[in-house]
């Protein structure tokens, strides 16, 4: 019998398939990266960027095109989008992440109050 692929998401593939939803269509590597350290307040190593994005492509969560330079000069970039199993994925772990915090928001100030005291 086939194994089927992994269709779970790890935090940081999370975190670069929500950076890529914030972007609207499509990104590519360093808006991801410029965007994760934006948010996240730490650094981010570029090639740490660049295995997400394969891993998730590999797993069916990313299509990408090359664009080639513009008028301008530069050079080719790749360009990552997200597909409906992306969606689906992202639309579930929300609401798990969701039931999960559910109630917990009181308990966690609590226990926070108690480790300033």
């Known amino acids: 019998m086939a194994r089927a692929k ?3 998401l790890g935090e940081f593939e999370h975190q670069v398939l ?3 939803l ?3 269509s499509e990104s590519y590597s360093m808006e991801i990266v410029l965007e994760l350290e934006s ?3 730490k ?3 570029t090639a740490a960027v660049f295995v997400a ?3 998730l492509t590999e797993k069916g969560f990313l299509r990408d095109r090359i664009a080639e330079p513009g008028k301008e000069g530069g ?3 790749r360009y990552f989008r997200l597909t409906p199993p992306a ?3 992202l639309a579930e772990s929300r609401r798990q992440y969701l039931n999960l915090w559910d109630g917990v928001e009181s308990q966690l100030e609590q226990a926070l109050e108690g480790t300033r005291s």
């Open 43 to 45: 650094e981010v190593a």
């Open 39 to 41: 948010r996240t307040g």
């Open 53 to 55: 994005l394969q891993r």
């Open 22 to 24: 914030r972007h609207g």
């Open 75 to 77: 050079h080719a970039r």
């Open 6 to 8: 992994k269709r779970t």
């Open 87 to 89: 969606l689906e994925a």
């Open 18 to 20: 929500l950076c890529i």
